[in-house]
């Protein structure tokens, strides 16, 4: 079983700032995706960067970009330039290639401060 | 386009109750997953539809089925809630079994008294 793990219940950043959220997770697959979505109050799980295991260049989109080492299984997001709208549960999520099911963490809580 | 929509969006109901929930994908998406997430975790798998065919299913009791239906459409139903029950129910929905982008709604919070 696949199995994700974030280690940081909450983080606070500043506004501007930058913040790195963790993120590892287990599995003997070589062929997979990881994702982080954001999770604002409104409830809606929206997906913010998707990562192929295959692909060795870290994926970028906007201010969020990822650092995935795949030999020691650890997937973070960096928030750069930190926004108001960017206050969120984070989620980090695993999928095997060929699967359907996303295997999620516990979440992160990013409060930005103004 | 309108996006994955999920009804009811809250519901009160009780202990031994019997509830369905809806979800209605996004137009051609003929994939639907259920998740449930619990206050302060992270969602966990419940069900997978494809093609009207259920192709996965989480570790959930036997008082939880799905259906999916020939419009993709789909229902969550639970028998004999419990109050451990109470939790936000969210659906997703891909093109694909699978392989492509899962959206989710914006959910059901059940609370069980």
């Known amino acids: 079983a696949q199995t994700v793990t974030q280690s940081q219940p909450e983080m606070s950043v500043q506004e501007a700032e930058t913040v790195t959220l963790s993120c590892t997770y287990d599995?003997?697959?070589?062929?997979?995706?990881l994702f982080w979505y954001k999770q604002p109050p409104s409830r809606q799980m929206i997906l913010v960067i998707r990562?192929?295991?295959?692909?060795?260049q870290n994926a970028t989109e906007n201010r969020f970009s990822v650092n995935f080492q795949k030999a020691a299984k650890s997937f973070s997001l960096k928030i750069s330039d930190s926004q108001l709208g960017d206050a969120a549960m984070y989620f980090c999520?695993?999928?095997?290639?060929?699967?359907?099911?996303?295997?999620f963490g516990a979440g992160t809580t990013v409060t930005v401060r103004a | 386009d309108a996006g994955v929509t999920q009804s009811p969006t809250h519901l009160i109901k009780t202990r031994g109750q019997h509830v369905t929930l809806r979800c209605s994908p996004i137009?051609?998406?003929?994939?639907v997953s259920w998740y449930q997430q619990v206050l302060g975790q992270g969602p966990q798998f419940i069900f997978q539809?494809?093609?009207?065919?259920?192709?996965g299913r989480g570790n959930f009791p036997d008082r939880f089925s799905a259906r999916q239906f020939p419009n993709y459409s789909s229902e969550l139903n639970v028998n004999a809630l419990l109050l451990g029950d109470s939790a936000l129910y969210l659906c997703?929905?891909?093109?694909?079994?699978?392989?492509?982008?899962?959206?989710f709604g914006q959910g059901t919070r059940l609370t069980v008294v």
């Open positions: 599995t003997s697959e070589s062929d997979y995706y």
């Open positions: 997703a929905s891909s093109l694909a079994g699978g392989r492509t982008e899962a959206f």
């Open positions: 990562q192929e295991a295959y692909k060795q």
């Open positions: 999520a695993y999928r095997m290639t060929n699967d359907y099911k996303l295997s």
């Open positions: 137009s051609g998406h003929k994939s």
């Open positions: 539809y494809y093609e009207k065919e259920e192709r």
